[in-house]
């Protein structure tokens, strides 16, 4: 049991966000819009796909004066992505392969901004689409779920920095606006925000301490600075979708290939391993979604946070609807061949193979998505967020959007920026506010009970 935060009026005033504003950012749509005149545009690369057509659609309807080109290797599947989406049906396509490197420059020449969402991209090796960008000078962002293809990105931090372009990594749902969240509460209890909520550094006059750290940085208790007000001493990332979630395939593919992954946690500062798909926890995310079953995966949002957050203890996880997928999943990590599940060809195969009994279930289950995340604090309270939207498909690509208008609207430095980076995003709470769009649940630095489908008051300001 841990103390809710309403518990004293010390702890209270100690890790109470500021609200997160009641408008959405108009002021940032304006900057996105005019970073778009001109005649340029934004590209879409892997447009074509569940979320690449998601986030064209989202962009489409929130930055409308924005001009937007999808691409893809095949003129086919864009014909497809218009019966499924006729809103796109007037949107350019342009034909590219990612390892074209003349061909990603021109497309990308001129252009206001890449989206790579060019998915799985587990098992991906070279940075083409971010090489394209840096070469071209276009800002970059990509949907990427993978731990060693976001490292790979971050290591072209200083050859984007000197270009001026301005990237962010994991810029999606999960990751990406779950890592908004926690850099949310935990700048909020740190004091690093404004009145507002939008990051400012820490207020004792000290520079920054949320993600100016270096692979020396310290992440033990015993090395912190007693001034700051609270410090994280856990975050925990819990994600549900129900069924494929409407993403189709590559979802499919994704969840394999990181069935044959090795997980990384962290553990009072220091790296721990364990099985993929392993140590379930029951989460609850809250009325109207309730609580479910959730799996160790690796997934980079845990090596950023323990990085650049300098959480000591962190780890993610993920499940599933109904049930017996989760076993299913825990089946595929334990008894398929390991070579299988390293290879890309056969995964996709196996997730084409696996992808019409997903349907069959899909339409009674829905694709209804949840992420909570729980962060605990030095003064013995918790703060947690949660996230819960009818429609992963259409929840994925607010959420992109939502990043893309913050990097057109110059909120992102120079640089290659995981998203929880003061220099990704400076307005956290507008990027929450945009993309938590259509939710049927948002609230972000609230004590566990708070968001729980049956809190059980012990009293005295005491919770379970």
């Known amino acids: 049991m841990r103390r809710s935060r309403a518990a004293t009026c010390t702890a209270a005033a100690t890790v109470q966000a500021p609200a997160v504003p009641s408008n959405p950012a108009s002021d940032?749509?304006?900057?996105?819009?005019?970073?778009?005149?001109?005649?340029?545009?934004?590209?879409?690369?892997?447009?074509?796909?569940?979320?690449?057509?998601?986030?064209?659609?989202?962009?489409?309807?929130?930055?409308?004066?924005?001009?937007?080109?999808?691409?893809?290797?095949?003129?086919?599947?864009?014909?497809?992505?218009?019966?499924?989406?006729?809103?796109?049906?007037?949107?350019?396509?342009?034909?590219?392969?990612?390892?074209?490197?003349?061909?990603?420059?021109?497309?990308?020449?001129?252009?206001?901004?890449?989206i790579h969402a060019a998915g799985p991209f587990q098992r991906k090796e070279g940075a083409r689409v971010l090489e394209a960008a840096i070469a071209t000078g276009t800002p970059y962002?990509?949907?990427?779920?993978?731990?060693?293809?976001?490292?790979?990105?971050?290591?072209?931090?200083?050859?984007?920095?000197?270009?001026?372009?301005?990237?962010?990594?994991?810029?999606?749902i999960y990751p990406g606006v779950s890592n908004i969240m926690a850099a949310h509460m935990v700048s909020c209890a740190r004091k690093e925000c404004d009145k507002a909520g939008r990051y400012m550094g820490q207020l004792n006059g000290k520079e920054s301490s949320s993600t100016h750290a270096t692979s020396t940085s310290s992440s033990r208790p015993e090395d912190w600075d007693s001034r700051v007000a609270a410090e994280p001493l856990r975050c925990l990332y819990s994600y549900y979708t129900a069924g494929s979630g409407g993403a189709g395939p590559t979802i499919l593919e994704t969840s394999f290939l990181l069935a044959g992954e090795g997980v990384e946690a962290y553990l009072d500062g220091e790296k721990v391993d364990a099985l993929p798909v392993s140590k379930p926890r029951v989460v609850d995310f809250g009325k109207g979604c309730g609580k479910r079953r959730v799996y160790l995966y690796n997934l980079p949002e845990v090596h950023s946070t323990f990085k650049y957050m300098r959480v000591p203890t962190v780890s993610a996880r993920f499940g599933t609807a109904p049930e017996f997928w989760n076993w299913a999943m825990v089946a595929v990590a334990r008894l398929a061949p390991k070579g299988m599940l390293q290879d890309r060809s056969k995964i996709k195969a196996f997730g084409k193979l696996s992808d019409p009994w997903v349907r069959l279930i899909d339409p009674i289950i829905g694709e209804q998505v949840g992420m909570r995340v729980d962060v605990d604090l030095s003064d013995g309270t918790t703060a947690c967020g949660l996230f819960v939207h009818k429609r992963l498909s259409d929840s994925v690509g607010i959420c992109i959007a939502a990043f893309a208008q913050a990097v057109l609207a110059g909120e992102t430095q120079p640089g290659v920026?995981?998203?929880?980076?003061?220099?990704?995003?400076?307005?956290?709470?507008?990027?929450?506010?945009?993309?938590?769009?259509?939710c049927t649940q948002f609230q972000i630095n609230r004590p566990p009970w708070a968001i729980e489908t049956d809190p059980k008051q012990l009293g005295m300001g005491f919770y379970w």
């Open 28 to 114: 940032s749509s304006r900057k996105a819009e005019e970073a778009c005149r001109g005649g340029k545009r934004i590209v879409v690369i892997g447009g074509t796909g569940r979320i690449g057509s998601s986030t064209a659609a989202a962009l489409l309807k929130y930055l409308p004066s924005c001009s937007l080109v999808v691409a893809s290797r095949s003129a086919a599947s864009f014909e497809a992505v218009k019966k499924r989406r006729p809103e796109l049906g007037q949107i350019p396509f342009e034909e590219v392969d990612i390892d074209d490197m003349p061909r990603l420059e021109s497309l990308l020449k001129g252009s206001a901004l890449v």
């Open 141 to 172: 962002m990509d949907v990427c779920d993978d731990t060693k293809f976001s490292q790979r990105m971050k290591t072209y931090h200083e050859k984007a920095k000197a270009a001026g372009v301005p990237a962010i990594t994991t810029a999606g």
């Open 417 to 438: 920026w995981f998203p929880e980076e003061p220099e990704a995003v400076q307005d956290r709470p507008a990027l929450l506010k945009l993309a938590s769009r259509g």
